[in-house]
């Protein structure tokens, strides 16, 4: 009997998400009852506000949203989005360019998806959020790694940029404020990036969940507001998820010009249909209801931002910066590894990782996920006794 042919290659080519398997072998130590600290969660701590989940409640209860909607998403919200995209970041775009998804996540694998041919290259500056590699590689693109360091603040040049220009060039992945790194690019390289791109005819996707998350006179800037022409050859991609801290009900959205998103909802309408009608309602309620909540836990984030930095940047071999957005210190532990740790010897952030979980009950990603070896990624949204109580045992561990 012939074998059965198994995963295809795509598929069995993919990694499982390096941050959501840390998260999930923390908690899954938590329920076992060991007192684990997790700086693994891309998540704020808080509950979703109250009039948010009302909203939801009242949506639960509407007949008109226990059936169908438009693939695209319900109008209301791809309203609220537009005017949203025009309050925060200055871009003006119809209705009609917004494509509801489910989640960010979601949204950065259909813009790959609708951009991407076999064979295309697409650049992207490393340390990188651990999905982008793989859904360029699910959409048959091949990734192009641009590494920065500190030296940098971890922010590609267009140098850097110029310098991997192929034939093949297709599109450039674009983050700030950054996951992992939280740093935050100013105006004016995004300017320059953003006309770099015009002038190669180069796409950008520009993914900009973080855009309330910005610390000590760092500010968020959109690259197609900054540069208009760059509007024809880019994809806006955002989400409710960590603005508002509703990660679970899974929202997102992609603007772009009206061809490529007409395409976008094509796929779509093909795949999963419309996002679940609660959770939209539950986004237009948010984008409705003014960034007060935002500003509050923003406040927290950066409170508890500077803490972690500046006991991390305490430890002996440890380099860290003060994180500009986001809600993540990216460390680098090179000048720990190779020394002994509680009889064990970790050689990468990997293992270090292994050993800081094990002897401290600390878990962290590490930098290998993110393509930067020898750093690590440690997020700040958690409660600020955990956090100063995680940082002190990896301290002790390493002193
Ligand atoms: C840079 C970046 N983009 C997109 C996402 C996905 O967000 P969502 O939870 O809405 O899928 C994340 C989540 O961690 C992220 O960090």
Excluded at 64 to 81: D, E, F, N, Q, V
Excluded at 109 to 126: F, H, K, M, R, Y
Excluded at 234 to 257: D, E, F, H, Q
Aim: glycine share 8%; proline share 7%.
């Amino acid at each position: 009997m012939a074998a059965v042919k198994q995963l295809s290659q795509r598929v069995a080519a993919i990694q499982e998400s390096a941050t959501l398997a840390v998260d999930a072998r923390a908690k899954a130590l938590k329920a076992a009852g060991e007192d684990v600290i997790g700086f693994g969660a891309g998540e704020p701590d808080f509950p979703t506000p109250p009039a948010i989940v009302e909203a939801a409640i009242e949506a639960c209860r509407d007949a008109a949203m226990h059936h169908y909607t438009p693939a695209s998403g319900l109008p209301a919200l791809r309203r609220a989005i537009a005017e949203k995209t025009r309050r925060d970041s200055g871009l003006t775009v119809a209705p009609e360019q917004v494509l509801v998804t489910n989640g960010g996540k979601h949204a950065v694998a259909t813009a790959l998806e609708v951009l991407v041919d076999p064979g295309d290259e697409v650049l992207l500056p490393a340390p990188y959020w651990t999905t982008y590699p793989e859904t360029v590689a699910l959409a048959g693109g091949t990734t192009v790694v641009l590494p920065t360091t500190e030296a940098s603040r971890f922010r590609v040049s267009v140098e850097q940029l110029e310098a991997a220009r192929t034939p093949r060039t297709r599109a450039l992945l674009f983050t700030s404020p950054s996951n992992p790194t939280g740093g935050v690019y100013p105006a004016a390289e995004i300017e320059a990036i953003g006309r770099w791109a015009v002038e190669h005819g180069i796409w950008v996707v520009t993914d900009e969940i973080y855009e309330h998350l910005t610390y000590g006179g760092h500010e968020f800037h959109s690259m197609p507001a900054l540069v208009p022409e760059l509007a024809d050859q880019c994809l806006v991609l955002n989400c409710v998820s960590k603005t508002y801290a509703m990660t679970g009900w899974r929202v997102g959205w992609l603007i772009g010009p009206p061809d490529i998103v007409k395409g976008a909802i094509n796929l779509q309408s093909q795949t999963t249909s419309n996002v679940g009608n609660v959770s939209q309602r539950a986004a237009l309620a948010a984008l409705e209801g003014g960034l007060d909540s935002v500003v509050a836990m923003r406040t927290a984030f950066e409170r508890r931002g500077t803490t972690m930095y500046e006991m991390l940047a305490a430890i002996p071999g440890v380099v860290c910066l003060p994180p500009e957005g986001a809600f993540y210190c990216f460390p680098s532990f090179e000048g720990v590894l190779g020394r002994e740790l509680a009889g064990r010897v970790p050689t990468t952030t990997m293992e270090l990782a292994a050993v800081l979980l094990d002897e401290a009950q600390v878990a962290l990603v590490p930098g290998e996920a993110f393509g930067a070896p020898g750093y690590a990624r440690l997020s700040f949204a958690l409660a600020d006794d955990a956090l100063v109580e995680g940082v002190q045992r990896i301290a002790k561990l390493l002193g």
